[in-house]
């Protein structure tokens, strides 16, 4: 009698199907393959981001010979050397073998994917493969208008901080590391600002005007925008203004009493405070 070993058959017919349906709607790009690294299953959106016809994924091909397919057909990423190429796949099967592989692929057509290769318990290997080309395209205009800000800001003379509503330092200008010798370009990003009010304070005539800054930075709501005057240790008059900014930020610029006329309306200004 064969009715158990067709019962067993036709269960895990029906699984592999009820898994290919469920894969099939799916946009990240999956892939299954044996012990011995032969495709066993996979999803329309692997034919889609390989470019591999069915025919050819339907042969099981081996994960090399799957790769050496896409690289046919200009559809990898290509090194300077063949050489290199496989040592480059060869680096792929045995970090997924042994754990797990993860790497972004610049296509030839100018999209990237990311590649996470997941050795199973039982020895197979899944295999996914996400066009992340639009999350990519929105970071590379994110770091460009990033960029164009910080060319703006570092344009004013005066010297600014911009404060995330964390009170993490978001952004500061070239005149801002003029003013508190402080390099805006490394590392200065990951400062609070209350390591930054006792650099102030260190350089600066006692005032309570370092202290509001702070408790600015941290208020909760809406507060409006102030003004004062103070000065640093050498003398020199400088003048503070804090303002809220949407989302919760904060803007703190900094200037020098420089001409006369300056002076005069800090000192008028430091009188009425």
Request: glycine letters at 8%.
């Amino acid at each position: 009698p064969a009715d158990g070993a067709v019962r067993a058959e036709t269960m895990l017919h029906d699984f592999m199907q009820n898994l290919t349906r469920a894969f099939s709607h799916v946009p990240v790009g999956l892939a299954i393959f044996d012990r011995q690294r032969r495709l066993t299953m996979f999803n329309p959106a692997l034919t889609d981001l390989t470019g591999l016809p069915v025919e050819v994924l339907s042969s099981r091909p081996t994960l090399i010979g799957m790769l050496d397919a896409m690289r046919d057909r200009n559809l990898l990423p290509e090194p300077r050397d063949y050489r290199s190429w496989r040592r480059h796949l060869a680096g792929m099967e045995d970090a997924s073998a042994t754990g797990m592989y993860e790497d972004e692929w610049n296509m030839p057509g100018g999209q990237t994917y990311h590649v996470v290769g997941r050795p199973q318990p039982d020895g197979s290997l899944v295999l996914m493969i996400d066009d992340i080309s639009t999350e990519m395209t929105r970071v590379q205009r994110y770091r460009a208008d990033l960029d164009l800000g910080q060319a703006v800001i570092d344009t004013v003379d005066d010297a600014i901080a911009v404060f995330a509503p964390s009170g993490q330092l978001a952004m500061s200008n070239a005149a801002y590391g003029r003013l508190w010798g402080h390099d805006h370009g490394e590392g200065l990003e990951s400062a609070a600002v209350t390591d930054l009010v006792g650099f102030w304070q260190s350089r600066g005539a006692p005032s309570p005007i370092w202290q509001r800054i702070a408790d600015f930075v941290a208020r909760d709501g809406d507060s409006p925008a102030w003004e004062d005057v103070t000065r640093l240790t050498d003398g020199r008059l400088i003048f503070c203004e804090v303002k809220a900014l949407s989302g919760g930020a904060t803007l703190a610029t900094f200037r020098l009493a420089t001409d006369p006329g300056e002076m005069a309306t800090f000192t008028a200004l430091k009188r009425r405070a």
